[in-house]
């Protein structure tokens, strides 16, 4: 079992930026779809943006301030999350799919909170 590593949780005020980092502890062979995801509280999961080699794509509420950096190292993905607002804050998850094996990887899961 692949075990999925995240960082970059936390607090932040409204406006604020953040950086969420998710790496795998071993190799995932055929690793074709990364995303990341994330709920609130009394909401359902919501996919927050999500790349591949058809491109990325991110979800209309985070579109223009959350972006997916490009990453030389293998089997991690980052999240950039800028102007941060309130309705922002939920826990957010990493999302790994292999090709190769039809095997889904998930983070834990990290709390991110935006407010004064």
């Known amino acids: 079992q692949v075990r999925l590593v995240e960082s970059g949780g936390g607090r932040v005020q409204p406006g604020g930026s953040r950086r969420r980092s998710c790496a795998a502890e071993?190799?995932?062979?055929?690793?074709?779809?990364r995303e990341w995801s994330r709920q609130a509280p009394g909401k359902g999961r919501e996919l927050v943006a999500s790349?591949?080699?058809?491109?990325?794509r991110y979800a209309d509420s985070v579109k223009g301030r959350f972006t997916i950096p490009r990453e030389n190292a293998e089997n991690t993905v980052s999240l950039q999350m800028n102007s941060l607002k309130p309705e922002d804050t939920a826990v957010y998850y990493c999302?790994?799919?292999?090709?190769?094996?039809?095997?889904?990887?998930w983070g834990q899961g990290t709390q991110v909170t935006v407010s004064s």
């Open positions: 790349t591949s080699n058809g491109g990325t």
């Open positions: 999302h790994f799919f292999s090709s190769n094996t039809l095997s889904d990887y």
């Open positions: 071993g190799r995932i062979v055929g690793m074709s779809v």
